[in-house]
């Protein structure tokens, strides 16, 4: 074909090898005018970390950026929660149920290392870089120019792209590159303390079994308790064989590092009331269970004026951190490189490139920053502090139930069509 040897190569690095940037890498392969490489500045590619929950929302957007998803998602033993059970935790109303999500649509429960592992695989070798850090990024004078960004690593080395994709979480190198024109609200866009503080622990199925009662693992089901001021919950992976187990609060007082050490009495200073059902203290005791068990605040950005600047933007947790409560940090992760593969794909020279990135960050950052807000929100009911439903379960489920719509009810095939129009006004627009 020979447009297609027509079409200019571009040269786009990725920054940060984890679950964003290694998805924006699969979804650029099909585009042959695209050349990327992908820079890790950890020793090896890897997760750290417990289980991941791919909503349909993220399946759906994998599979438009892999064909085979399915496959994929089977080599990483993920297990889909036929059900998500949430139970009131503590009070009167104690082991009653707020509802049942059953049947359609279920969520696939994977270990992030699988994960990883799966979505690594299909990457040439030549384009993944580890120990590879990221130092500082420079626009040279004639943006349009090709291989105008020079891109300097610690190790002392520098490339030349004509494009580069920030995914390099939380707290992200790229981002402070991308907002520098915002000097003066620098503080109001950096990731923060959002209120809550969780732990986990993977243990065996048996292990699970014995401390919390084997009812609870009939069905490859997750179950979630509201209690006074904290949430608990639980789900299964690797082909069944393990269980994550989780305990989150509201924070107060966010220690600066992130991290705080764990121990009985702080559960029993923390937990309060939900200690009296024993499943609460079968909980407790497999979180202990562990080497220098420590619980995280969770961290999320509060708002981000832009997600693009000329030729550089940024992707998953480094355009939008979340707190975890409607399990969709990855998914939207899956999004942005989805939409952002697509637009790329479409951009056929280096100097649409800047179009297509503006477009991308039109288009997610409203979607992100809502979902950003709505989970903070839901934390907030199912650690039992809503002002109306406090641990009441009828009004905890009515409360509870409407909020996913907006992040489950997208159709992408409406979406992408979205993002490609946007990129032909802006391209108009600058003619
Ligand atoms: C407790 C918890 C539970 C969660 N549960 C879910 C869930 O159930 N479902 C869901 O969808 N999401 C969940 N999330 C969110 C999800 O984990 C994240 O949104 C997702 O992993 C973000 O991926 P990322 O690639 O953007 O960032 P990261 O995973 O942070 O990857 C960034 C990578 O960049 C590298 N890097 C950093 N700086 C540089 C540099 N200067 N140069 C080169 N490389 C660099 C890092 O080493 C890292 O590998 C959860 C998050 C938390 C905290
Ligand atoms: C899970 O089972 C599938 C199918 O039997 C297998 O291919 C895969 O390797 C298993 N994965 C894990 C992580 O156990
Ligand atoms: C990046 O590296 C180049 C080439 O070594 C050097 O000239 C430049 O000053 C470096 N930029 C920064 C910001 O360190
Ligand atoms: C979960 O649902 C899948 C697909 O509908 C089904 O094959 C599987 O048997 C179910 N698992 C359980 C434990 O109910």
């Known amino acids: 074909m020979p447009e297609k040897t027509h079409t200019p190569k571009f040269k786009l690095a990725i920054i940060g090898g984890g679950l964003a940037g290694v998805t924006l890498g699969n979804a650029l392969i099909r585009h042959e005018h695209i050349e990327f490489h992908i820079y890790e500045s950890a020793l090896e590619f890897s997760e750290r970390g417990a289980a991941v929950g791919l909503a349909i929302n993220a399946q759906r957007a994998l599979h438009r950026i892999l064909p085979q998803a399915d496959v994929t998602l089977e080599r990483t033993g993920g ?22 999500l059953a049947g359609t649509d279920p969520g696939i429960v994977i270990h992030r290392a699988s994960l990883l592992r799966e979505l690594l695989a299909p990457l040439p070798k030549e384009v993944l870089h580890a120990n590879k850090k990221l130092a500082s990024i420079n626009e040279r004078e004639n943006i349009d120019a090709r291989g105008s960004i020079e891109v300097n690593f610690t190790d002392g080395t520098t490339t030349y792209f004509d494009a580069v994709v920030g995914a390099d979480g939380i707290f992200s190198t790229v981002r402070d590159y991308v907002l520098r024109e915002f000097e003066d609200k620098k503080g109001e866009y950096r990731a923060s303390p959002a209120g809550f503080w969780d732990c986990r622990h993977l243990v065996s199925l048996e292990k699970a079994k014995a401390a919390l009662g084997e009812q609870y693992f009939e069905l490859d089901r997750q179950y979630g308790w509201v209690n006074d001021g904290a949430f608990i919950m639980h789900d299964v992976l690797e082909n069944g064989t393990i269980v994550q187990c989780v305990i989150c609060a509201v924070e107060k007082d966010p220690p600066k590092d992130r991290k705080r050490p764990l121990s009985r009495e702080f559960f029993e200073e923390t937990l309060g009331r939900s200690l009296e059902s024993a499943h609460t203290r079968g909980m407790v005791d497999l ?24 030729r550089v933007c940024i992707i998953g947790d480094a355009a939008h951190a979340t707190t975890p409560w409607q399990g969709s940090g990855a998914g939207l992760a899956i999004e942005d490189a989805m939409v952002l593969g697509t637009l790329l794909g479409a951009a056929t020279s280096p100097a649409e490139i800047s179009a297509a990135m503006k477009a991308y960050s039109d288009l997610q950052r409203p979607r992100c920053q809502s979902v950003i807000d709505s989970s903070r929100g839901t934390g907030d009911i199912l650690c039992g502090r809503h002002h109306e439903a406090g641990l009441d379960p009828d009004k905890l489920k009515e409360a509870l139930l409407p909020r996913w719509d907006h992040i489950y009810g997208i159709d992408f095939e409406k979406h992408e069509s979205e993002a490609l129009k946007k990129f032909e006004c802006i391209k108009q627009e600058r003619q």
């Open 287 to 310: 979180i202990l269970d562990q080497p220098s068990p420590h619980c995280y605040s969770e961290w999320e950005h509060k708002a981000t004026p832009t997600y693009a600047n000329g």
């Open 79 to 100: 297990v889909p929660m036929n059900s998500t059970r949430i139970m009131v935790g503590t009070g009167q109303s104690i082991g009653h149920l707020v509802f049942d």
